[in-house]
T-cell receptor
Framework: DSGVTQTPKHLITATGQRVTLRCSPRSGDLSVYWYQQSLDQGLQFLIQYYNGEERAKGNILERFSAQQFPDLHSELNLSSLELGDSALYFC??????????????FGPGTRLTVL | AQSVTQLGSHVSVSEGALVLLRCNYSSSVPPYLFWYVQYPNQGLQLLLKYTSAATLVKGINGFEAEFKKSETSFHLTKPSAHMSDAAEYFCAATNFGNEKLTFGTGTRLTIIP
């Protein structure tokens, strides 16, 4: 158990809908990262938040957005869902903003199925 | 741009045999390197990491990896495979100041009884 929690574990929805994925980082960690794992794209970095502020952005679609709240939990919002958005979405947390001593610890993931 | 290449999407070894999973990185600056393991229907678990201290890194579950700058490699090994090692293994890299992890495509390890 990494100490990172994600809810829900599974999510099934229809095209065009909007969903919210939630992540609680390990106690004391300030950074939260979101990754998408799909069969065709592999593991792709989406976005990082550090202490409430966006820190780094990866291959995140404009239909997707994220935020980190004062209690440091984070939410990833996916809107206008398409079939291709079906994937496993991981959240990871780390103690600080990066650097060689920082390790990212991953949650169990949320499996999103878009029908 | 940094990239990570894992040679062999599937590797099968007999129980008790040597495990060797290959990872090469492409970076103008020596990166920080990680191996993660993903068991079925689970998240990623850190096996070990290289952060420019010792070039031979020991991790959990008997795994180790050696950073070879001349070969731009960070191969993962275990002397004797166990049935519980069956999983998918990901090599990943990051550079200081660029916190995102860049992952390889993964290697699925199968252990033959």
């Amino acid at each position: 158990d990494s100490g990172v929690t994600q809810t829900p574990k599974h999510l099934i929805t229809a095209t065009g809908q909007r969903v919210t994925l939630r992540c609680s980082p390990r106690s004391g960690d300030l950074s939260v990262y979101w990754y998408q794992q799909s069969l065709d794209q592999g593991l792709q970095f989406l976005i990082q938040y550090y202490n409430g502020e966006e820190r780094a952005k990866g291959n995140i679609l404009e239909r997707f957005s994220a935020q980190q709240f004062p209690d440091l939990h984070s939410e990833l919002n996916l809107s206008s869902l398409e079939l291709g958005d079906s994937a496993l979405y991981f959240c990871a947390s780390s103690p600080s903003g990066g650097g060689r001593t920082d390790t990212q610890y991953f949650g169990p993931g949320t499996r999103l199925t878009v029908l | 741009a940094q990239s990570v290449t894992q040679l062999g999407s599937h590797v099968s070894v007999s129980e008790g045999a040597l495990v060797l999973l290959r990872c090469n990185y492409s970076s103008s600056v020596p990166p920080y390197l990680f191996w993660y393991v993903q068991y079925p229907n689970q998240g990623l678990q850190l096996l070990l990491k290289y952060t420019s201290a010792a070039t031979l890194v020991k991790g959990i579950n008997g795994f180790e990896a050696e950073f070879k700058k001349s070969e731009t490699s960070f191969h993962l090994t275990k002397p004797s495979a166990h049935m519980s090692d069956a999983a998918e293994y990901f090599c990943a890299a990051t550079n200081f100041g660029n916190e995102k992890l860049t992952f390889g495509t993964g290697t699925r390890l199968t252990i033959i009884p």
